[in-house]
């Protein structure tokens, strides 16, 4: 099943060790925002590194629609020249985000305070996913939304003409939520405040202090408190795009597997809020060196040098989910190839990403030989070992990117072939994938 287009079968074979450099692509979270708050300054806003994946030119559509001017100037080269905050006009058409949960409920958030209509679609996995999370504190704000049973998509929002500011205390682990809030308050009077128990990726906060928004974020025993004033006059900035460490994880993963790899993966965030995988692959045993810290567009970042490693399995703690949210189908793979269980609980929000990622995992792992457990928040896989994974199965990827590209890595270490019955959904956020993997030595063919 694919997205938009035909299915791309894609199969890895066992690979020799993977040596060289793996410079991946920019951040999706911070491409997006980047372009939205870009959209929302008075004024030109010049980005480089931005991710060119199809989630990011999907926003980058609906900005225009919205009524920015959005220029590309070379690889990764970017201005959006914005309205201001309040100054969208009403698009002409249906505004289709694709695959991008983070693209629509962004969206969503900065047009529910303009007394603007909006209808939104996508594809098929981001009709199955779940809006409500995001219309009901925009409810509060004073905007409608009118979608398929169960909140999905289709949906058309009406927004709030006359907006009130809001306090929402976040439900679930959400920066998607959080940040549709913060987008919505900057348009409302007064002092829009977040509150989330469990921090989540913060690049909205740090990005909106950047464009000259008055955020603070306070540490109290019911969590962080954000409060934006709302009604700023953003002022536009240059944006410098680090690379992301979701993407990073693919290539990372690899060498930790692919017996006698040896990589660097250089200018990669390393944002706590971000770190979670990283943090648990030391645990494990990996050789991962953090060479080279230093700060780039207000992000630290390092340069990763990873060999392969001997790996046992561990307990990830619930608490970090949140900062390892799109890891834990590559870090399922891993642990495949570790000795001893590795525990991955506090893990239900897996099962409304761009696939039932828990699902997922295991029927592909199940598939290639590994022995899994799960139930509705939890996923444990029972390690194998070094090169011991005996793979030889074709795995769906249920227009899942982070799905294909996990099955895929598991693939360069196991002993048989592993195919993935789609591999196009790569494209939403690590286009140059296939490319980068072959230079680094994976067998990886198309078909
Ligand atoms: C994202 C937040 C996370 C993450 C997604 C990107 C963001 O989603 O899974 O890939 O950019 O805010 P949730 O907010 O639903 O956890």
């Known amino acids: 099943m694919s997205g938009h287009g035909a299915a791309q079968p894609m199969t890895a074979r066992r690979s020799g060790p993977l040596t060289g450099r793996a410079e991946v692509p920019g951040d999706k979270s911070i491409s997006h925002r980047a372009l939205i708050l870009g959209a929302m300054a008075v004024g030109e806003t010049r980005i480089t590194g931005l991710l060119e994946g199809q989630d990011v030119l999907d926003t980058a559509k609906a900005m225009r629609a919205f009524g920015a001017e959005v220029t590309q100037h070379g690889p990764g080269q970017w201005s959006v020249h914005g309205v201001g905050v309040g100054g969208f006009s009403e698009p002409a058409d249906v505004i289709d985000c694709g695959n991008s949960g983070t693209g629509v409920r962004l969206l969503m958030g900065c047009m529910a305070t303009t007394g603007l209509t909006v209808t939104f679609t996508g594809d098929a996995s981001l009709r199955k996913r779940p809006m409500g999370r995001v219309t009901e504190p925009l ?74 928004a008055e955020l603070t974020v306070e540490e109290t025993p019911e969590g962080h408190v954000i409060t934006l004033t709302g009604q700023p006059e953003l002022r536009p900035q240059a944006v410098a795009v680090p690379r992301d460490p979701s993407s990073a994880a693919f290539p990372v993963c690899a060498a930790l597997i692919v017996e006698g790899s040896d990589i660097l993966v250089p200018g990669v965030s390393r944002n706590p809020t971000r770190d979670g995988l990283y943090v648990t692959l030391l645990e494990m045993g990996a050789d991962i060196a953090f060479e080279n810290p230093r700060e780039e567009g207000g992000e630290p970042v390092a340069d990763l040098r990873v060999r392969a490693s001997a790996l046992t399995g561990v307990e990830v703690p619930p608490e970090r989910a949140p900062s390892m949210i799109d890891e834990y189908p590559v870090l399922a793979v891993v642990a495949a190839f570790a000795e001893g269980r590795t525990v991955m609980r506090g893990v239900k929000e897996l099962r409304v990403k761009e696939s039932d990622r828990i699902d997922a995992m295991a029927r592909g792992l199940e598939a290639c030989g590994v022995r899994v457990e799960e139930d509705e928040d939890t996923l ?20 899942d990117h982070r799905i294909a590209m ?23 956020s690590f286009p140059a994938f296939v490319g980068l993997m072959r230079g680094l030595g994976a067998e990886l063919a198309l078909g």
């Not at 169960?150 to 940040?179: F, I, N, W």
């Open 139 to 212: 409810a509060l704000f004073g905007a409608r939304a009118y979608g398929r049973k169960g909140g999905r998509l289709p949906m058309t929002v009406v927004g709030a003409a006359d907006p009130v500011p809001v306090r929402y205390a976040v439900p679930v682990p959400s920066a998607q939520v959080k940040s549709a809030v913060l987008l919505a308050g900057l348009n409302a009077p007064g002092q829009t405040v977040v509150i989330e128990r469990e921090p989540t990726r913060d690049h909205s906060e740090r990005m909106l202090r950047g464009f000259g």
């Open 380 to 399: 444990i896989v029972h390690g194998m070992g070094a090169g011991a994974v005996p793979g030889g199965a074709v795995c769906a990827t249920h227009i």
């Open 406 to 428: 996990s099955f895929l890595v598991l693939g360069m270490a196991a002993k048989a072939e592993v195919s993935v019955d789609d591999g196009s959904p790569i494209a939403t």
